[in-house]
């Protein structure tokens, strides 16, 4: 079975992940959205929220599952025996970083591949920080994310 490991931090989830997520789930047998308990960031959504804003937009992909995870990638795509990680990639900026964490997972453990999917060009530029600073100042967001989490984050914001 090929199984796939697509993480992040998904604070919350966009239309930009959810294209990954969906062509991840045409590639591979089963595909596991990985949260990251990202202790870098200081996140507007619980780990219990981004689970559950994922899970109501992956109903209807069956072969996707979503779980949290703390600590290493690489530790926890072997917990899942999962022999692949995706990531997205928006733009050459995002080449550096990702390269320089796919060698080094690929040290630390050779068998799990990386896989790259381009983000398709009308999500190139999304990213969850833009969806949070256009809600923030009551900008529309209906285009950028589905609409339970539009609902979530404006919540977020009204508070
Ligand atoms: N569409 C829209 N936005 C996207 C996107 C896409 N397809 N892909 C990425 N983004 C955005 C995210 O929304 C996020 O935006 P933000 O910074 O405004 O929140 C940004 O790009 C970075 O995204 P993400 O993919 O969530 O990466 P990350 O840097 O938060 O986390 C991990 C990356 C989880 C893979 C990495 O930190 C990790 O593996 N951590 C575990 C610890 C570990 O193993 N470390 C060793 C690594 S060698």
């Not at 604070?11 to 202790?39: A, C, K, M, Q, W």
């Not at 290493?72 to 025996?81: E, G, N, V």
């Amino acid at each position: 079975m090929k199984r796939a490991v697509y993480p992040g931090t998904f604070d919350p989830v966009t239309f930009g992940h959810l294209d990954i997520i969906e062509r991840s789930s045409r590639i591979f047998d089963e595909v596991i959205v990985g949260i990251l308990v990202n202790h870098a960031k200081v996140p507007l959504f619980t780990v219990e929220e981004r689970l559950e804003m994922i899970e109501r937009a992956v109903r209807q992909m069956p072969n996707v599952k979503v779980m949290s995870f703390d600590g290493l990638l690489i530790d926890f795509a072997k917990s899942q025996d999962a022999g692949f990680l995706v990531r997205g990639l928006r733009a050459v900026t995002d080449f550096e970083y990702e390269l320089q964490m796919t060698q080094t997972n690929k040290v630390i453990a050779p068998e799990i591949d990386t896989i790259f999917l381009t983000t398709s060009l009308k999500y190139s530029y999304l990213s969850s920080s833009t969806v949070k600073e256009l809600a923030s100042f009551g900008s529309d967001i209906d285009r950028f994310v589905p609409a339970h989490v539009a609902d979530r984050i404006k919540e977020k914001y009204r508070k």
